[in-house]
T-cell receptor, first 114, second 116 residues
Framework: KNQVEQSPQSLIILEGKNCTLQ??????????LRWYKQDTGRGPVSLTI?????NTKSNGRYTATLDADTKQSSLHITASQLSDSASYIC?????????????FGDGTTLTVKP | SAVISQKPSRDICQRGTSLTIQCQVD?????MFWYRQQPGQSLTLIAT?????????ESGFVIDKFPISRPNLTFSTLTVSNMSPEDSSIYLC?????????????FGQGTRLTVV
């Protein structure tokens, strides 16, 4: 069964600190992995997209890594800001499907406190 | 990227009534997707809407409950029919775009529905 599991389920950190969110998947055959940020009451917004051959990709203070052998990805947030408080969703697509039939993780809820 | 306008952003509805959610995209797209996100959970695909044909529904979702229209390549609607409190969720529309060989999904801002 194609699954995406994220950890931790929730996380509270102080402003300025770094944090790392994890995503493990069993989706096969793998096409790409995306991290989204979803603010409360808003739709998800794409942070990064990674294919099989990519190990790391950065988008400002967000850095995603991918290990296709172990089927693990991480999202590292550097120097957190209050505006980083949101749900972070890992999404994995199969080669034989379109983006709309991707497998979504349950998300990690990040709270950044002053 | 894609600009997706979704409305209403939120609504409170009486049980037994219906609500139609609209989704407008800034350019033509072949497929539009409708998702439901129940409280504390991730997104679940309801159906795929293609212009000029019937929508394709995922397991657990039926056309009578969630009728979809796709009159052109930039617009779609999802109706939540005969609502019950269990339908209280965030509903999102999405489109896909190919960028340098990768297909990526873009989402509307969502409709927060509360059924009382």
């Amino acid at each position: 069964k194609n699954q995406v599991e994220q950890s931790p389920q929730s996380l509270i950190i102080l402003e300025g600190k770094n944090c790392t969110l994890q995503c493990n998947y069993t989706v096969s055959p793998f096409s790409n992995l995306r991290w989204y940020k979803q603010d409360t009451g808003r739709g998800p917004v794409s942070l990064t997209i990674m294919t099989f051959s990519e190990n790391t990709k950065s988008n400002g203070r967000y850095t995603a890594t991918l290990d296709a052998d172990t089927k693990q990805s991480s999202l590292h947030i550097t120097a957190s800001q209050l505006s980083d408080s949101a749900s972070y969703i890992c999404v994995v697509s199969r080669q034989d499907t379109n983006a709309g039939k991707s497998t979504f993780g349950d998300g990690t809820t990040l709270t950044v406190k002053p | 990227s894609a600009v997706i306008s979704q409305k209403p952003s939120r609504d409170i509805c009486q049980r037994g009534t219906s609500l139609t959610i609209q989704c407008q995209v800034d350019s033509q797209v072949t497929m539009m997707f409708w998702y439901r996100q129940q409280p504390g959970q991730s997104l679940t695909l309801i159906a795929t809407a293609n212009q000029g044909s019937e929508a394709t529904y995922e397991s657990g979702f039926v056309i009578d409950k969630f009728p979809i229209s796709r009159p052109n390549l930039t617009f779609s609607t999802l109706t939540v029919s005969n609502m019950s409190p269990e339908d209280s969720s965030i509903y999102l529309c999405s489109v896909e775009r190919a960028d340098r060989g990768n297909t990526e999904a873009f989402f509307g801002q969502g409709t927060r529905l509360t059924v009382v």
